[in-house]
């Protein structure tokens, strides 16, 4: 869609083209490239990932931290014997958690999965497998074919200006988070803020007309045009695993979710693209943002609440001691809106739990059938 746009505007991608380096005035900047080329532009936006050169080349400071404790292995695989309808993922108690997800437009899985303490993933089809098999445990599914493997290690960390004269900073270049739950579109770092002193932001330039040179990793965009970063404010995350409107199957420990479209910011408002308690809107607009609300139906409503269940309790195994408590208290407090919205009021859901725990006991005994 966006290489799509970008064409109706004149321009075009071009890969395997890399920036070399590149020199600025009070008027443009020129970009030199691999091919020996250079470009005039009016401005520069360097979307060239985490690693920038540009940012280094700039001096500008990329503060934050690495957690070396949270870790994922990712890979492009391809795969026998699974449907592309649901984003899967398994959790083995011990061994960790492994998911496939289907990529758009392609025959291809992105699979993920958690490094055990101690272990260094290998980039061979072999470990994959292997891995895949000891956490799902499931038959009839085949992992035939290793396109591209990344060992991945948590960054957190934030520019320390987002722009040097004509040139800015956008994407990873100049944030990087957690990659759970599609931060990437509605985590965003206060632009205004951090320009010292405040300064005119690059216009969106006319269709046909030069506008900005937009760099990324391994290709130039020529002619293309410049939009702001809207406001907002940098949070710090915990590495979580979010799902979007899904289902738990009673067997197993897979988690299916659908495959929902990823939520925009709409005008300048907030989408957040989850359920929430009813009174964060109210919270959101204090902060001068204002959020975009959907009333959900009944289906709806409740698959939101099994998704909102699965990112509750998986902040409960992410929380430090001192937050536990409270983050039991959010999974208490949708499990109350899931009974409601079954028809049961909480004291028959207690006593059906009393009854159960009468005839088949508790978990105190920390009891693991293998």
């Known amino acids: 869609m966006l290489r799509g746009r970008l064409a109706e505007l004149g321009g075009k991608v071009e890969h395997g083209t890399a920036l070399t380096g590149f020199e600025q005035d009070e008027r443009g900047v020129t970009a030199r490239l691999g091919t020996g080329e250079s470009v005039r532009a009016r401005y520069l936006i360097a979307a060239d990932g985490g690693r920038s050169r540009v940012r280094k080349a700039l001096g500008i400071g990329f503060t934050g931290e690495t957690r070396e404790e949270e870790r994922m292995a990712l890979a492009d695989v391809r795969v026998e014997g699974l449907d592309r309808d649901h984003i899967h993922a398994w959790v083995r108690p011990g061994k960790g958690m492994v998911a496939l997800y289907p990529m758009a437009g392609t025959d291809t899985f992105q699979l993920l999965a958690t490094p055990r303490p101690g272990i ?26 290793l396109l591209w493997s990344s060992f991945y ?24 988070h957690p990659p759970a739950g599609g931060q990437g579109p509605h985590v965003r770092p206060p632009a205004r803020p951090a320009l010292h002193p405040p300064v005119p932001r690059p216009r969106p330039s006319h269709p046909g007309r030069p506008g900005g040179t937009h760099v990324s990793p391994g290709a130039t965009v020529r002619r293309g045009t410049a939009h702001p970063h809207p406001p907002g404010r940098l949070r710090r995350h915990r590495h979580l695993l979010h799902r979007r409107a899904g289902r738990l199957p009673r067997h197993g420990l897979t988690h299916y979710a659908r495959d929902l479209a990823n939520p925009p910011h709409h005008e300048g408002r907030l989408g957040m693209g989850k359920l929430v308690r009813d009174r964060i809107p109210e919270i959101i607009r204090r902060t001068g943002e204002e959020p975009v609300i959907t009333i959900l139906g009944e289906p709806e409503y409740r698959a939101a609440l099994m998704a909102k269940l699965f990112e509750e309790a998986t902040e409960v195994s ?21 009974a409601a919205a079954h ?23 920390r009891l693991y059938l293998a």
């Open 153 to 176: 290690r948590v960054n957190i960390r934030l520019a320390d200006r987002y722009r040097s004269g004509r040139v800015f900073l956008a994407g990873d270049a100049v944030h990087v």
């Open 120 to 145: 260094e993933p290998e980039p061979t089809l072999g470990w994959h497998q292997r891995t895949f098999a000891e956490r799902s445990m499931t038959r009839g599914v085949r992992l035939t074919e």
């Open 318 to 338: 992410e929380a430090p001691p001192e937050e536990v408590a409270g983050e039991l208290a959010d999974v208490y407090e949708v499990l109350r809106a899931l």
């Open 343 to 365: 028809g049961h009021d909480w004291q028959e859901i207690e006593r059906t739990a009393e009854a159960k725990r009468e005839e088949r006991g508790a978990f105190k005994d």
